[in-house]
């Protein structure tokens, strides 16, 4: 048998599997939905209506055809199609077929469904960090202990015109900001704490501007800013990268951009004490998401925490 008629038995086997695996509705209904986001087991349950057993044996056939790739994070696994820099020619297939998705009813209910069921989860977030508004101080130094996070990152940060605080919580950092800017901008989703953080201000800090708003999308106008923090934020985002994405927007080109978060743990509990939704991440994925972001990383440095944990602060720039 010659090379050639070897790798075309091959491609014809591995097409046929690719159908097979596509031969199910159901399954056809998850490809679909990976298209558009990741999602774990308990959220595809409640935008498929179905029992997680049959959502888990769906999702193993797709998964061993190559045409879902899946990460875990401590104790819950998160699936998405095959993109391209995947093994396989998953993402060939994938891309030559998903063009019969389109406009087609059920498919289009099962998106509307999933944008309910995220936008909840994002409501549930928010009611999570207005309940703990009060004592959001305390339950980060239950983490950071006597570690002075703040000044090690304005070790990084110059005197400049316009900085942004993304996540600024009560407005702990934009204390020390303020001293570093002409303005000063902090972000924050939670309206319990954008209003402590008010009350912190009022009166004292005329060159302080609090927006209520999500990383993922900012109500900032592009190109506003002169320099952004992202300060132990990006691990309760459910999409960081769509949230570096938004920075690169706002940020003006060859400005410096600076993110502090935790290394990768195994500390399930952190995600209902802290309303994690990321155990960390790897040196190598932070890395990637902002490269693929636009950004180029010139520094990162270390420090310890309690618990055991690491925190990382990345210097980067847009490019």
């Known amino acids: 048998m010659t090379i ?38 308990n959220e595809i349950v409640d935008i498929m209506g179905m029992g997680q057993s049959r959502i888990s044996r769906h999702l193993k056939i797709l998964a061993e055809n190559k ?15 095959v993109t391209n820099g995947d093994d396989g020619d998953g993402y060939s297939f994938i891309e030559a077929v998903k063009y019969l998705f389109d406009k087609d009813p059920v498919f289009t209910k099962d998106l509307v469904e999933a944008k309910e069921v995220l936008e909840e989860r994002a409501k549930e977030a928010v009611r999570f960090f207005d309940s703990i508004a009060e004592d959001w101080e305390k339950l ?55 209003e402590k953080a008010r009350r ?4 004292s800090a005329k060159n302080i501007d609090l927006r209520i708003g999500e990383l993922e999308h900012l109500p900032l106008r ?12 990006l691990h309760h985002l459910p999409d960081p990268i769509k949230a570096l994405q938004e920075v690169h927007q706002v940020l003006k080109k060859g400005n410096l951009f600076i993110v ?28 990637k998401w902002l490269k693929n972001s636009g950004f180029d990383v010139k520094k990162i440095d270390y420090f310890d925490l309690k618990k055991g944990l690491k925190g990382f ?7």
């Not at 045409?67 to 819950?76: A, H, S």
């Not at 090690?152 to 900085?163: A, E, V």
């Not at 912190?200 to 009166?203: K, M, N, Q, T, Y």
């Open 313 to 319: 602060i990345i210097k980067s720039i847009k490019i």
């Open 222 to 233: 592009e190109g506003e800013v002169d320099l952004a923090v992202v300060n132990m934020v």
């Open 200 to 203: 912190r201000f009022a009166g």
């Open 4 to 41: 050639s008629r070897y790798l075309d038995i091959v491609i014809y086997m591995e097409a046929v599997n690719f159908f097979k695996a596509l031969s199910d509705e159901t399954r056809l209904r998850l490809l679909h939905l990976f298209l558009h986001y990741e999602l774990n087991v």
């Open 260 to 287: 502090a978060d935790l290394l990768t743990h195994e500390l399930e509990g952190m995600r209902e004490r802290y309303g994690d939704r990321w155990l960390g991440f790897s040196e190598v994925e932070i890395k």
């Open 140 to 194: 980060k130094r239950e983490i950071i202990g006597c570690v002075d996070l703040n000044g090690l990152i304005l070790k990084h940060i110059p005197d400049t015109n316009t900085i942004v605080d993304l996540g600024c919580g009560t407005g702990d950092l934009l204390t020390f900001l303020k001293e570093k800017a002409n303005r000063v901008i902090g972000v924050e989703k939670s309206p319990k704490m954008l």
């Open 67 to 81: 045409l879902l790739t899946f990460r875990r994070d401590g104790l819950w696994t998160f699936y998405s199609a």
